[in-house]
């Protein structure tokens, strides 16, 4: 069974920053993809970075490319989203998730199977 435990959301002003923190399992985090979503009211949920089991990151939205770091902490199991220069529009519950299959890296949203409960990140202009 996989577990994602976030944390890390917030209010801020736009210009400034907000570090998100996925917390699993040592076999989960030794073996699995990791990844972030986000979804803003009435739009679709939409993919925003991921890393490997080893390292290899991958953005999905250009908007964040440059902006938004996602790395990883093997002592404690922890995948982190490092958020810098947040704009009003990056206002959207980000959820962390985990792919259906160890070993894999997906590329679409469906294949995404198991879900963090979801943190508010609002970014006031």
């Known amino acids: 069974q996989v577990q994602l435990v976030e944390s890390g959301g917030g209010l801020v002003q736009a210009g400034g920053s907000l570090r998100l923190s996925c917390a699993t399992s040592?076999?989960?985090?030794?073996?699995?993809?990791m990844g972030w979503f986000r979804q803003a009211p009435g739009k679709e949920r939409e993919f925003v970075a991921a890393i490997s089991w080893i390292g290899r990151r991958t953005y999905g939205v250009d908007s964040v490319k440059g902006r938004f770091t996602i790395y990883r902490d093997k002592a404690n199991n922890t995948v982190y989203l490092q958020m810098d220069s947040l704009k009003p529009e990056d206002t959207a519950v980000y959820y962390c998730?985990?792919?259906?299959?160890?070993?894999?890296?997906?590329?679409?949203?469906?294949?995404?199977?198991?879900w963090g409960q979801g943190t508010q990140v609002t970014v006031s202009s």
């Open positions: 040592e076999r989960t985090f030794s073996a699995y993809a």
């Open positions: 998730a985990a792919p259906r299959s160890a070993w894999i890296m997906p590329t679409q949203t469906s294949n995404w199977g198991y």
